[in-house]
């Protein structure tokens, strides 16, 4: 069993930074992945990592801006030039997965976060 849990969200204002953080328990999992939502939008994949070799994926709404990183047992998300379209509910994910091209795609994951929410105000 795998199980995760974010913290570090927040309000910042636009062009500030925030990094979040995703403790992750268990061992059933290659790839850990963010994922965020805003009210009214389906699930985006943002970022994801293979855990066990190189390969980190972004979706280009995020390219440049957000940094995805592992810490010991943690997964982070550095934010950076934050835009108000950035705010949504951020959540952490782990999966085992054949392949990074699928890495961004929220059905490709078995065990999610609780989310934490990111408020970006003008």
């Known amino acids: 069993l795998v199980q995760l849990m974010e913290s570090g969200g927040g309000s910042v204002q636009a062009g500030g930074s925030l990094t979040l953080s995703c403790a992750v328990t268990?061992?059933?999992?290659?790839?850990l992945a963010w994922f965020r939502q805003a009210p009214g939008k389906e699930r985006e994949g943002i970022a994801s990592?293979?855990?066990?070799?190189?390969g980190i994926y972004y979706a280009e709404s995020v390219k440049g801006r957000f940094v995805i990183s592992r810490e010991s047992s943690n997964i982070l998300l550095q934010m950076t030039s934050l835009r108000i379209d950035d705010t949504a509910m951020y959540f952490c994910?782990?999966?085992?997965?054949?392949?990074?091209?699928?890495?961004?795609?929220?059905?490709?994951?078995?065990?999610w976060g609780q989310g934490t929410q990111v408020t970006v105000a003008s």
């Open positions: 268990g061992i059933d999992y290659n790839f």
């Open positions: 990592m293979y855990t066990r070799g190189a």
């Open positions: 994910a782990a999966g085992k997965l054949y392949g990074g091209q699928e890495s961004l795609l929220e059905y490709e994951y078995q065990y």
